[in-house]
Each structure stands twice: as structure tokens, then as C-alpha cells.
């Protein structure tokens, strides 16, 4: 979302001099896919505007995880509890707790089941 606000914010002021409706079309048309054929701008807010959304839907299913929910989904997928993952890394139940629900929470699965399939369908973990 943060780089869709930026790339509208930069072809906003890059056609600050273009009436405002003229803007909304041109963003407008990039996401119904109509290409506006007036103005090279036109086509230049088009083609980045496209690419952002392309990128957006690409990158939709993408889950960011850090170096320990890594660990501890592995520790998951093994078998492992809450209490041997706390033991196994060095650190309290609750933490380990808080990095299952967390991963729980990225993956959208109810389950342990679940999660580790999500997790090895998106990549993020090989078995």
C-alpha cells in the first residue's frame, strides 16, 4: 500500500500542472485498464500505475516472516510444542506462544495443520 501512495504522490506531481480530473482519469484508466492516448504523461502515469498494480497482485500471496518465526515454524512442522520450542530456543513459553500465533496469524490457518501446509505451499518452509 506504501508504495502505491508513492508512485501516486510522484505521477501527481509529475502532472501538477494537468487539471485534477485529468489526473483522476489517467489513474482511473491504469486500473480499468483503459489507456488514455492524449498525452505521453498519459501514458507514462499508465504504464508505472500498471506496474505497481501488477506487483501488488504478484506479490499479494507473499508473507514476510524474521529468522526466529522461521525457526520456530520448523519447530512446529517437527512436532514440537510451545514448551519444547521455548526450551529447545532459549526463551519463555510466552514468547515462543506469542511466535505461533503470530505465524498463525501471517498464514491465516487455524491450525497446526494448516499452517505448516500454508507454509510450505508460499515457500517458507521445505520438508
Known amino acids: 500500500m506504501h508504495r502505491l501512495k508513492t508512485t501516486i504522490r510522484v505521477l501527481q506531481d509529475v502532472l501538477k500542472d494537468r487539471p485534477p480530473r485529468a489526473i ?11 489507456r488514455p492516448d492524449s498525452l505521453p504523461v498519459d501514458r507514462l502515469a499508465c504504464d508505472v500505475l500498471e506496474d505497481t498494480v ?4 504478484r506479490h499479494r500471496h507473499t508473507v514476510e516472516i524474521t529468522d526466529r518465526e522461521a525457526e520456530v515454524l520448523t519447530l512446529i512442522a517437527l512436532g514440537f510444542s510451545s514448551k519444547e520450542i521455548a526450551e529447545q530456543l532459549g ?3 510466552k514468547t515462543a506462544t ?17 499452517l505448516v501446509h500454508e507454509a510450505v505451499r508460499r515457500g517458507l518452509l521445505r520438508l
Not at 506469542?98 to 494448516?114: F, P
Request: proline fraction near 0%.
Open 91 to 93: 526463551i519463555s513459553f
Open 54 to 57: 501488477r506487483t501488488r497482485r
Open 98 to 114: 506469542t511466535h505461533r500465533e503470530h505465524l498463525m496469524q501471517k498464514l491465516n490457518a487455524h491450525s497446526v495443520v494448516l
Open 24 to 34: 483522476d482519469m489517467t489513474m482511473l484508466n491504469a486500473f480499468g485498464g483503459q
